[in-house]
């Protein structure tokens, strides 16, 4: 069974930082694969947060200089550094994995559960 499933969300003050991690099971998740970060908060449309590929890496421009997104090949893992929160970012956020970049955008094969931030003011 393919599994991603992440962890590190969790409640945080504005200004502080989370690092989300998302651990693949079940299959080779290696750097073929479109692996990344949607959010979706209540009331709100799922948006693209971050996606790495092969040895690139895409932020969204709104979160540029705040959110950085990486990778462990060996380790099966993709990981979403999250500093100077906001309020706004509040969301539950889902990592993915597809072996295309258009399927990713679209319905990816592969989705974590999710793991819901909190940024209090």
């Known amino acids: 069974q393919v599994q991603l499933v992440e962890s590190g969300g969790g409640l945080v003050q504005a200004g502080g930082s989370l690092r989300l991690s998302c651990a693949g099971s079940?299959?080779?998740?290696?750097?073929?694969?479109?692996m990344g970060w949607f959010r979706q908060a209540p009331g709100k449309e799922r948006e693209v947060v971050a996606t790495?590929?092969?040895?690139?890496?895409y932020v969204a421009s709104a979160l540029k200089g705040r959110f950085t997104v990486s990778r462990d090949n060996a380790k099966n893992t993709v990981y979403l550094q999250m500093n100077s929160l906001k309020p706004e970012d509040t969301a539950v956020y889902y990592c993915?994995?597809?072996?295309?970049?258009?399927?990713?955008?679209?319905?990816?094969?592969?989705w974590g559960q999710g793991t819901q931030v909190t940024v209090s003011s």
């Open positions: 079940g299959r080779t998740f290696s750097s073929d694969y479109v």
């Open positions: 790495t590929y092969q040895n690139n890496s």
């Open positions: 993915f994995a597809d072996l295309t970049f258009i399927s990713s955008m679209r319905d990816p094969t592969y």
